[in-house]
């Protein structure tokens, strides 16, 4: 059995090339990316200069104040793949008692500065340029500030998501109102907009940086002053009370000290071994094994139950990620989580068991030897309703309300990089006018349950759904892909992987074909509900699946023909450093780029 035909044409070429290539989510990150390659910088500047720009030009889906996980293998080690953990812990005054008993919570609201991590984003990129780039911080920020401080032509999509939050911004965010809303309105798309608080912040870091010794110094220089910049106006900001997503007021915990005390860094990915090919994702403190165990489970079928385009395989492919996906919300989290057995071989046969002809309406999360398995997560069906959510993922209809940015860069030495950007988007919480940013809201993805992997905790990393991909063959990355969107993201990889692994399609070609995604899961986004039996699926998988899916007992709501995932890539064959890259159409703001 052969995989459906690929679309044809495809919306954008499959860039080749034997320079270097970039693949991001906003158009200019990628072209700024592609400009330090061209001027010689290696792939970890490039990704560095786009990651400072999407800061400014995508402001609805990532912010300076956020997070971010990397995946990164160097051409002096390729076979050592590593995580860049970028994903800052719960302050040291954020506990369970504080927001039950205090704040009179049950939830982490999804906006405002309780749900506010430490911000470690800025870190993370300074880290890995300290490491493995070539630039000096001055010349990496240089594209940043200069959209920041000169302007640049604002989204149609910022323009609606201020739109969306108009009104709490002029009641409750009075500095979002000034920021955004200078002229009493949202922006028009397509206006020129500026930051000018942010290019200084960025300029301060650059000066920091210039009167260090050596370019490894100047970059330390930068971390320290991002530290002492940061944290002071964001204590004293935060500790005024506002609105937040729960609909009442309350006063963030994120103190300076908390800032000083965390740092980014680097730790070991998890693997498995598919079709010959070695795939690489952070571990559970992140959501990124949930794709490791679905490809582990869909390896034991036959290759027409792999083909999303198919109602058989559409329906094995939902019912794979329900389960891998109901470990997720049982068994992950920043502790020690039974990944080895998870991944194995055994495991994926017990659980290939459960999956029938019909869809499961049951949250269903397998047992591990010698664990009491931690209680299911609160399984709601409908929650509060509230403007400005900042939740970074997509709506049932398919349809979007913020998301998350990616970015993916390989040079002609053999450098490889995937990260996925994200928090503090300009609806999360109100803008410290200081700084211009906000901070970010990744504490939503923990539970107020002292018995849950995934609680809340001091000093500890909330369950993020942020997740990059590396793939390896023989030793040598030949392809870092990505994508936004929540609780999507490796539901959206699993069909691109399926195609281009298994069923033969070129990135391009994967990237525009049709997609889906279950939402039969514990949506990690406030107000954390769950919709049982839950499928999206794009239009143009064809009547005949989604027919088929509903008789199957999926509860299916179609989406748009083009409306799900924001995928890119790029890609390497080590044999003859022939490079790709390959950009998702959907938004039309992905662009790749390359020679």
Known sequence: ???????????????????????????????????????????????????????????????????LVGLFATADAPGQP???????????????????????????PGSGALAAAVPAAVDAWLVLLRDHGTWTVRDVLTYAVGYARDGHPVLPAVAATIGRVADLFAEHWPTSAARWMPHGRPPRPGETVTNPAYAAVLDRLGDAADAAPSRTAGVEAARTAWREIVGP??????????????????????????????????????????????????GAWTQGPVLLQSLRLLDGFEDDRLDVATELGAHTVLETL??????????????????????????????????????????????????TAPPLPPLRTTGAASSGTGEPTVQVSGTTRGDTCHV????????????????????????????????????????????????????????????????????????????????????????????????????????????LHTTSMADSFWPRTWTPGGAVAESRLGTDVLDGLVRRGHALTEAGPWSLGRLSAVTRDPATGLLGAAANPRGAQGYAAGR
Not at 15 to 38: I, K
Not at 87 to 108: F, K, M, S, W
Not at 343 to 355: G, K, M, N, P, V
């Open 1 to 67: 059995m052969t995989f459906t035909p690929a679309p044809a044409p495809t919306t954008r070429p499959d860039l080749q090339g034997s320079f270097g290539m970039a693949a991001s989510t906003h158009w200019s990150a990628t072209g700024s990316a592609q400009s330090v390659l061209e001027r010689g910088g290696n792939a970890f500047d490039a990704a560095c200069a786009a990651a400072f720009v999407l800061h400014v030009v995508e402001p609805h889906l990532n912010g300076p104040g956020g997070d």
């Open 82 to 108: 590593q995580v860049l953990r970028g994903q800052g812990p719960a302050p040291a005054a954020a506990t369970i008692a504080h927001y039950r008993d205090t704040e009179g919570l049950d939830l982490v």
């Open 233 to 282: 106006a964001a204590e004293e900001f935060v500790a005024t009370p506002h609105r937040h997503s729960d609909g009442r007021d309350h006063a963030g915990v994120l103190t300076a000290a908390d800032l000083a005390g965390t740092g980014a860094g680097y730790e070991e990915p998890a693997t498995i071994s598919f079709r010959d090919r070695t795939v690489v994702k952070p």
């Open 322 to 371: 329900k389960l891998a996906l109901a470990d997720r919300d049982v068994w992950y989290g920043d502790t020690d989580v039974p990944l080895d057995h998870l991944l194995s071989a055994e495991y994926a046969a017990q659980r290939r068991d459960l999956i029938g002809d019909r869809a499961s309406h049951e949250l269903r999360p397998g047992s591990v030897p010698g664990r």
């Open 408 to 515: 993916d860069v390989v040079d002609r030495w053999g450098n490889m990089v995937s990260v996925t950007p994200s928090g503090g988007w300009l609806q999360s919480s109100p803008e410290i006018p200081a700084l211009g940013f906000c901070l970010g809201t990744r504490l939503q993805m923990t539970w107020l349950d002292e018995s849950s992997p995934s609680r809340l905790a001091p000093g500890v990393r909330p369950r993020t759904t942020l997740s990059p991909t590396l793939v390896l063959a023989d030793g040598f990355p030949v392809m870092a892909c990505g994508t936004p969107g929540g609780d999507q993201q490796d539901q959206w990889q699993l069909p691109f992987l399926l195609r281009t692994l298994v069923g033969g399609y070129t990135p391009q070609q994967a990237i525009d074909a049709p997609t």
